[in-house]
């Protein structure tokens, strides 16, 4: 079943389709409007901005004060995804950013740009995020800042940052990826006036481990594995540690050629 799009006044579209019904926004000032997806429904604008959602929250192309074309949102079981969506700016893109959010999880992708941003980027972000994960990806910037081309996955409550948080930066093509509760990956993320690009951060967490990698740099690997609840590894550019007691082990090392290794308490 196609969507069906007519024209309801005072410049709004109206979708109808499998998914329910949606109201679209088309701006007369260039403003983006784009789609909002609440419950289980679907919605696609003019722009090329596209949401669908199954007892879920989906945002995109969603109330920017500049342009936001070709954003894709899709969340189902909870979750909540926004891409291309409420970034406050002027002077600003936020294009082709994908956003996926499943059972719980939260995905931002190219959105929530912060204070009054001006000058900035932030397309071709992905973001996706399931059973309680959140990941960022070209999320929360600031002004003066490009973060284009950055991937955040985030899997079972863990947090994964690409390219996000950043002020007079430029992060791109950062990756994160993160799973378990315990794991936190970091990449191009929490920066300011700097340069930051092709940065990899990768933190599992098992068993009530304890993972943080953090790549800010340009090009850096920082990866982290932590298994039983003693277990702790930490990465940075700069940096490996691990510690685990007895029943737990831990791993960290950075493409500087630093690793530790800890296993039942004792640490290579």
Do not use: W
């Amino acid at each position: 079943m196609h969507p069906v799009v007519t024209f309801a006044g005072a410049g709004l579209l109206v979708s109808s389709g499998l998914f329910g019904l949606a109201v679209l926004g088309a701006s007369p000032s260039g403003a983006s409007v784009g789609v909002e997806c609440i419950g289980t429904t679907s919605a696609q604008d003019l722009s090329g901005n596209m949401c669908a959602s199954a007892t879920a929250s989906a945002f995109a192309g969603f109330a920017n004060n500049d342009t936001a074309d070709a954003n894709s949102a899709i969340a189902t079981s909870g979750g909540t995804a926004y891409a291309g969506s409420e970034n406050a700016g002027i002077d600003q893109a936020a294009n082709n950013n994908l956003a996926i959010a499943t059972s719980g999880g939260m995905a931002l992708a190219g959105s929530f740009g912060i204070g009054a941003k001006s000058s900035s980027t932030t397309n071709n972000d992905t973001a996706i995020a399931s059973t309680g994960g959140m990941a960022l990806a070209g999320a929360r910037s600031g002004d003066d800042t490009t973060a284009d081309d950055d991937s955040a996955l985030a899997t079972s409550g863990a947090t994964a940052l690409a390219g996000s948080n950043d002020t007079d930066t430029t992060a791109d093509d950062d990756s994160a990826d993160a799973a378990g509760s315990g794991a936190t990956a970091t990449a191009a993320s929490n920066l300011t006036d700097t340069t930051a690009d092709d940065d990899t951060a990768m933190a599992t967490a098992l068993n009530n481990g304890t993972a943080n990698s953090t790549a800010n740099g340009n090009g850096v690997l920082a990866f982290t594995f932590a298994n039983g609840p003693t277990a702790v590894a930490t990465a940075t550019q700069t940096s490996a540690s691990t510690s685990a007691a007895t029943g737990s082990y831990a791993v960290a090392f950075n493409n500087n050629g630093q690793f530790s290794l800890s296993v039942g308490g004792l640490t290579i």
